[in-house]
């Protein structure tokens, strides 16, 4: 049971990024999956969730509108895409599993966590 982010990398503010969570050994289709990031000195805040479905998606503020969630369950993938990028957007992003993604997505319990994948945004 494995997670696994990519995708990051060096981008200049105001480009995209396509972030990727490949889900190996279960069927990534009965759990919801969140997005997360920790910035350097910072706490991991949760960045966005979707439903198993993918018919539920929340945002933190800080992304909405420039950010969609989405999935792939026939391919056992979850995406973050990331439009419009600042400066604080910087951070290793993370991707987990959730039983639901609902209004209290920000709470545990996530589990199977991936390692993270780093999204730099330069001046």
């Known amino acids: 049971v494995q997670l696994q982010a990519s995708g990051g ?13 490949a889900a190996s050994g279960f069927p990534l289709a009965e759990v919801a999956v969140g997005w997360f990031r920790q910035a350097p000195g910072k706490t ?8 198993s479905s993918g018919r539920k998606t929340h945002y933190v503020d800080s992304v ?8 792939d369950n026939v391919n056992n993938t979850a995406y973050l895409q990331m ?10 992003y993370y991707c987990a599993t959730r039983s639901g993604c609902s209004a209290n997505y920000r709470a545990p319990p996530y589990t199977n ?4 994948t780093l999204v730099t945004v330069s001046s």
């Open 9 to 21: 990398g060096l981008v200049q503010a105001g480009g995209s990024l396509r972030l990727s969570c």
């Open 44 to 51: 991991r805040e949760a960045v966005s969730c979707i439903s």
């Open 64 to 71: 909405k509108g420039r950010s969609t969630i989405s999935r």
């Open 83 to 92: 439009n419009n990028l600042k400066l604080e957007d910087t951070a290793v």
């Open 113 to 116: 966590w991936g390692q993270g």
